[in-house]
């Protein structure tokens, strides 16, 4: 029915417009349109009432070619189309009328899979997919239930997924669709073993994609290891998004509370993501912006996983409008409201730091990253800035000849 009909876009029902400007990062492309990848009629239902009304650059390179079975490795920046990358071939390429694992994508981080399955389930809510998430910290009777039922695709964590697949209960033989996003902290020393052995569980004949904003060494082993041919794409003309703004606060250890609070009452917020160095800090931060009168939540990895869940959907579903939370939060997390991210303690790292800031300015809109840095600080912040050739400018103080595009243009608003 579907296939006769030639009125179908006009029955969509689709989001409100979002005509916030983009930059460059997900605009400078050839021109393409998601119909042009010959996808189903059932797929594209999805993807248009998702609200994506255009492929992104990294969309628009890799969704052809994946559809086409080959081995990709693609480098693209943080919040840039990369999860739709993957998700959309994957969904076209799955049989629903096969009741077998036929993909399965792995992801570093608990919340990340759980919003890596619920964009598989959006975009193929017209497709008969059964889509299955399975995480550490989650009920194991649960998935065992689970998967005595039709499962299409699994997106998993890596602990979980090789546990299922050594008892036999995720069956992964047939399955041909081997995805790993945030490949950089996956193929890690600490986790390309049981890649490897998850891997194993998997057809002879499957086709690997792999995704991140990084790729060291330990990638292009996997890469020269496990991937015949595969198609390199490298967007990262520049690490840092073009729509963030990054700004640095030099304050004293016993000032970082006061200056938040200057942010706060002087910043136009919509949300913010607040960063700190450990868990005991996060709860600590979390109390004293509560006591200030600002509406707060907070997460990281010590938390029960029920917690986590409730709190990262209560602020998805922007029930609150500050997050402080650990690195936890770091990679992949897509939340359009966040337009202000600030890293109260300084990363120790430039790649902690370039996920970090990537949580705002999601999918070429502008955004804004403030950084308080002490003076012992002080080195990371030259390293990082030549590591990722970028620039973070000061703070301008209100008596300064230009603050004013800070303070009174405020920090841009992102869609509520």
Request: with cysteine; glycine share 6%.
């Amino acid at each position: 029915m579907l296939k006769n009909d030639d009125n179908w876009k006009k029955k969509l029902d689709l989001p409100t417009k979002d005509d916030r400007l983009r930059t460059e990062d997900v605009t400078l492309t050839k021109g393409s349109s998601f119909e042009d990848f010959y996808l189903k009629r059932e797929l594209l239902m999805g993807i248009y009432e998702k609200g994506f009304e255009m492929p992104s650059p990294i969309q628009e390179k890799t969704i052809p070619i994946a559809l086409l079975g080959k081995n990709i490795l693609a480098r693209a920046k943080n919040g840039t189309g990369k999860t739709a990358s993957f998700i959309i071939p994957v969904l076209e390429k799955i049989d629903p009328t096969k009741n077998e694992i036929q993909a399965l994508i792995i992801v570093p981080t608990r919340e990340l899979a759980l919003q890596t399955s619920h964009v598989c389930k959006e975009i193929g809510k017209y497709l008969n997919i059964e889509v299955m998430v399975t995480t550490g910290g989650s009920s194991l009777k649960e998935d065992i239930m689970r998967l005595q039922k039709e499962v299409h695709i699994v997106v998993a964590t890596v602990g979980r997924i090789l546990d299922l697949a050594r008892k036999g209960i995720a069956k992964l033989g047939n399955c041909k669709n081997f995805v790993l996003d945030e490949a950089d902290k996956l193929l890690s020393p600490d986790f390309v073993g049981v890649i490897e052995k998850i891997m194993d569980f998997t057809h002879e004949e499957r086709q690997i994609l792999l995704f991140s904003a990084t790729f060291p060494i330990t990638v292009k082993d996997f890469k020269d290891k496990h991937m015949k041919d595969p198609y390199e794409v490298n967007l990262m003309d520049e690490l840092t998004l073009k729509g963030v703004t990054q700004y640095y606060a030099f304050v004293e250890e016993r000032q970082k509370v006061h200056c938040l609070n200057t942010l706060f009452s002087k910043l136009n917020i919509n949300q913010s993501i607040i960063f700190c160095n450990s868990v005991t800090r996060v709860e600590l931060l979390a109390k004293k912006i509560t006591q200030l009168g600002y509406s707060c939540l907070y997460i990281h990895s010590k938390m029960p996983q029920k917690l986590r869940n409730r709190v990262f959907h209560d602020f998805r579903n922007g029930a609150c409008r500050n997050l402080v939370c650990s690195d936890l939060f770091t990679r992949g997390i897509d939340i359009q409201a966040v337009n202000v991210v600030i890293n109260f303690d300084f990363p120790k790292s430039s790649e902690t730091y370039l996920h970090r800031i990537g949580r705002s300015g999601r999918f070429g809109v502008v955004g804004m990253a403030i950084n308080f840095v002490t003076f012992e600080d002080r080195f990371e912040l030259y390293k990082i800035e030549q590591e990722l050739s970028t620039e973070v400018k000061p703070i301008p103080s209100g008596a300064e000849k230009g603050s004013e595009s800070f303070w009174k243009k405020k920090a841009p608003l992102g869609r509520g």
